[in-house]
């Protein structure tokens, strides 16, 4: 019950990450980087300092508690996660849900879920490394899981390539204003790799969330405390980035412009930077409740997958292409399906 329970937040988690573009979409007369920032104040520091002040019990006394490096680590990912993440935005601009998403997070699963064993077994840290997974059944079976997710998340990007050599450009253009495959992937490359940083940021922060377990706060939550440190450096990765966007492209006048309607584009950018928050809030939920760390990123990541392919679906992202791309897509997204039962099994094996 408690692995069920564990993929269940993980499934609402990997909803809110495939959903959180969507509010962005109905944004008018803005620039993308004025409603990108506007969002991301929300996703990575109101809504998070928020998440942590509710959840966990004297959440500042314990960042301040914490040694330099510890924080300086757990900082630094959490920037290089930043550029992995601004990049994600663009992936969705040039690429679309569904082919952004699954490029991205291909490369994103990878890194995240098999790095950290490894990095124990070399640096010879206590916690599940590779060598462990490896000598038993479970964590044979969790890789596997890994194997197959990475596998349909292939399928979906070939059904993506599919799709632009056979899709009309009027289609293409009429779910995807700015579709340009060739940029989209070299983004969504970058963005997959460093976007896995987010878990190793969640790794080396860990004595945090072990001290706010300590002191009381519920278990369920432990790493809403670790969030804060990451997403600082989300935010100013984001923030300078933007910032300059803005002066290049003359776009500050954005904020105050009367000729959009300003409250309908903050609202839906706070609602888009607060969905995606949710994403990790649920995530932290998760992984509170299974065994393994790998496995836990791979549920995140197919989820989200999962999810947004049904939007890319229902947005028409694949209106006019022929079949054989249908059935190329849907045959990668059965694939990421039998994923998740694979690590779930896996993961029922270890919690014994």
């Not at 990108?36 to 809504?47: K, N």
Request: aromatic share 14%; glycine share 12%; charged share 10%.
């Amino acid at each position: 019950m408690t692995v069920l329970i564990g993929v269940f937040f993980h499934f609402v988690g990997g909803f809110a990450s495939g959903s959180f573009y969507l509010p962005y979409k109905k944004v008018r007369g803005w620039s993308w980087e004025s409603y990108w920032i506007v969002g991301g104040l929300f996703s990575w520091l109101l809504v998070p300092w928020l998440a942590a002040a509710l959840t966990v019990d004297h959440f500042l006394q314990i960042i301040a508690a914490t040694p330099t490096a510890t924080l300086f680590w757990t900082y630094l990912l959490g920037l290089l996660w930043g550029i992995g993440g601004l990049t994600f935005g663009l992936s969705m601009r040039y690429l679309g849900l569904s082919l952004g998403m699954s490029v991205a997070l291909g490369f994103c699963s990878a890194f995240g879920a098999l790095i950290p064993p490894i990095y124990r077994d070399v640096m010879g840290v206590s916690g599940e490394s590779l060598s462990s997974m490896l000598h038993s059944a479970g964590g044979l079976w969790v890789l596997a899981g890994v194997a197959i997710c990475l596998a349909g998340i292939a399928i979906c990007g070939k059904a993506g390539m599919m799709k632009e050599a056979s899709q009309p450009e009027a289609d293409k253009k009429a779910s995807i204003s700015e579709f340009n495959l060739p940029l989209g992937l070299a983004v969504a490359t970058i963005s997959g790799i460093l976007s896995a940083c987010f878990n190793f940021g969640l790794e080396a922060g860990q004595s945090m969330a072990q001290a706010a377990v300590r002191e009381g706060s519920n278990p369920l939550f432990q790493n809403n405390v670790v969030f804060v440190v990451v997403l600082w450096g989300g935010l100013t990765t984001n923030l300078i980035w933007c910032l300059i966007l803005n002066a290049r492209n003359r776009s500050f006048g954005d904020y105050t412009k009367r000729s959009t309607p300003l409250l309908a584009n903050y609202l839906f950018s706070a609602l888009a930077g607060t969905i995606w928050f949710l994403q990790f809030f649920f995530y932290g939920m998760g992984a509170s409740k299974l065994s393994n760390g790998a496995s836990s990123w791979i549920l995140h990541m197919a989820f989200i997958i999962l999810v947004a392919n049904a939007w890319g679906l229902l947005l028409k992202e694949w209106k006019g292409v022929d079949r054989r791309t249908f059935t190329a897509i849907a045959l990668g997204i059965a694939t990421i399906l039998l994923s998740v039962l694979v690590v779930g099994y896996g993961n029922a094996l270890l919690a014994r």
